[in-house]
């Protein structure tokens, strides 16, 4: 995106001392206008822009940052969830293709345990454990983390993972 913004400057290449914080609101405006991007997205790619410059800052390619004054900003969004009714829902709705059924079934277990899709792909037996009360508990390290998180298995998951597990 940074190229295409410098070819629609008429330009091939810029040089680092060019690079000043005009540049950066530009660069913002550019990809909100050609890409249509949220602010979201074009603060990501302005996050990684300013990497580039730290970079060459410490190198001493460049005297000063022209991120010192700019901030990149991001709107806060709420996350859509489903309401009881949601839940209920696709929870009573079966499916005639055994796939779509399985795909349904894990997304059920994702919204009672919080469990990311990969660490629902990732989940094994032995992450599933007695707790001291005797109940079921989801014990295992976060992939994106690596932090120890322990879950309690409600009913209704649990069923799910042992119409897939029977032996469990």
Not at 117 to 134: M, N, Q, R, W
Not at 135 to 149: A, E, G, L, P, Y
Request: with cysteine.
């Amino acid at each position: 995106k940074i190229i295409d913004f410098v070819h629609s400057l008429s330009k091939q290449d810029i040089r680092l001392k060019e690079l000043k914080q005009n540049f950066i609101k530009d660069f913002n405006i550019f990809m909100k206008q050609r890409y249509n991007n949220e602010q979201n997205t074009s603060g990501k790619h302005l996050k990684n822009l300013k990497q580039y410059i730290r970079y060459a800052v410490n190198m001493e390619w460049l005297p000063k940052s022209p991120f010192t004054e700019y901030k990149v900003t991001y709107k806060v969004k709420e996350k859509p969830f489903l309401n009881a009714d949601e839940l209920l829902l696709l929870e009573n709705k079966a499916f005639t293709m055994k796939r779509l059924q399985m795909v349904k079934d894990f997304f059920l277990i994702q919204c009672y345990t919080g469990l990311s899709f990969v660490d629902l792909a990732e989940l094994k037996c032995s992450d599933v454990t007695t707790g001291i009360y005797g109940n079921q508990w989801i014990i295992k390290n976060r992939m994106k983390t690596d932090v120890r998180s322990a879950i309690p298995l409600l009913p209704k998951p649990l069923n799910i993972i042992k119409e897939y597990n029977p032996d469990y």
